[in-house]
């Protein structure tokens, strides 16, 4: 089945402790990346990549870090996380062919930092 | 640069009442337009699309027709359903190089 897998589903957090929320992809899917869903501010991107070893700033990168080592990992590190980074946080990959392609999402982590 | 503006919510309506979500956008090129659902608990996933002007996207009964002229994807339905409860997000991609730019979503309760 044609699936993006993020784990964990739920995590709570205790601000500065490192953390790591893995995206895999089973679709072989160029395009990569990582959104954080807010009430009242909608998806807002935080990093994407374009294929391996190539990644970009989304709208939001502060305070976050990703790598792109293989096509189908996509992982967001957050170095040293902070109350204001508690959100639910979205993995999406789709082909890079064109512009008409879909977006695939994972099921969401939903993060709580103290 | 790209944008994409939604009508914001939340929208409530009655079961079988009629549905318009509101979807404009701004863009450079000639983009590709998508509706995307997050039904509870959910990630998005695509409900519809239209790649040029005067297509028409459809699925599960939902429509939108991409008019280049007014640069508007508005989402319609005509007898929504308890099941249709969720955000809706508007969203247009303007290249195959660049990311999707999202609306920032409209929630839809339908109420029995």
């Known amino acids: 089945e044609a699936q993006v897998t993020q784990n964990p589903r739920y995590l709570i957090t205790v601000t500065g402790k490192k953390l790591t929320v893995t995206c895999s992809q089973n679709m072989n899917h160029e395009y990569m990346s990582w959104y954080r869903q807010d009430p009242g501010l909608g998806l807002r991107q935080i990093y994407y990549?374009?294929?391996?070893?190539?990644?970009d700033k989304g709208d939001v990168p502060e305070g976050y870090k990703v790598s792109r080592k293989e096509k189908r990992n996509f992982p967001l590190i957050l170095e040293s996380p902070s109350p204001n980074q508690t959100s639910l946080y979205f993995c999406?990959?789709?082909?890079?062919?064109?512009?008409?392609?879909?977006?695939?999402f994972g099921s969401g982590t939903q993060l709580s930092v103290l | 640069g790209d944008s994409v503006t939604q009508m914001e919510g939340p929208v409530t309506l009655s079961e079988e009442a009629f549905l318009t979500i509101n979807c404009t956008y701004t863009a450079t090129g000639y983009p590709s337009l998508f509706w995307y659902v997050q039904y509870p608990g959910e990630g998005l996933q695509l409900l519809l699309k239209?790649?040029?002007?005067?297509d028409k996207g459809s699925n599960k009964g939902f429509e939108a027709t991409y008019r280049k002229e007014t640069t508007s994807f508005h989402l319609e339905k005509g007898s929504v359903q308890v099941s249709d409860s969720a955000v809706y997000f508007c969203a247009l991609s303007d290249s195959g190089n660049t990311p999707l730019v999202f609306g920032k979503g409209t929630r839809l309760s339908v109420i029995a």
């Open positions: 999406a990959s789709r082909r890079q062919t064109g512009n008409n392609e879909k977006l695939f």
């Open positions: 990549s374009m294929n391996v070893e190539v990644t």
């Open positions: 239209a790649t040029k002007a005067d």
